[in-house]
Nanobody
Framework: QVQLVESGGGLVQAGGSLRLSCAASGSIFNINVMGWYRQAPGKQRELVATITSGGSTNSADSVKGRFTISRDNAKNTVYLQMNSLKPEDTAVYYC?????????WGQGTQVTVSS
């Protein structure tokens, strides 16, 4: 079992920045994938960015050049640095942790970008 604790959401004006963090604890193996997804009201949950334990990243086209995902393997923590935020980035952001055939979700953190 893996537990995820997210932090860092909030309200910011368009053009501003926020940094999300997600710390994993529990039965963690060396090979895993951590990432962020988001869900806006009335929309499906979508991928924002992922990063493997080896450091390979993947991100949605809509956030390329603005968001950066990184991780600290020693702390089992993943970060999402969000710059140049837009109102359309407003959503609940969920941390995701995958290892083997198992996937875990955080409780979600609200990000609101005002215009």
């Amino acid at each position: 079992q893996v537990q995820l604790v997210e932090s860092g959401g909030g309200l910011v004006q368009a053009g501003g920045s926020l940094r999300l963090s997600c710390a994993a604890s529990g039965s963690i193996f060396n090979i895993n994938v951590m990432g962020w997804y988001r869900q806006a009201p009335g929309k499906q949950r979508e991928l924002v960015a992922t990063i493997t334990s080896g450091g390979s990243t993947n991100s949605a086209d809509s956030v390329k050049g603005r968001f950066t995902i990184s991780r600290d393997n020693a702390k089992n923590t993943v970060y999402l640095q969000m710059n140049s935020l837009k109102p359309e980035d407003t959503a609940v952001y969920y941390c995701n942790f995958r290892q083997g055939s198992y996937a875990y979700w955080g409780q979600g953190t609200q990000v609101t970008v005002s215009s």
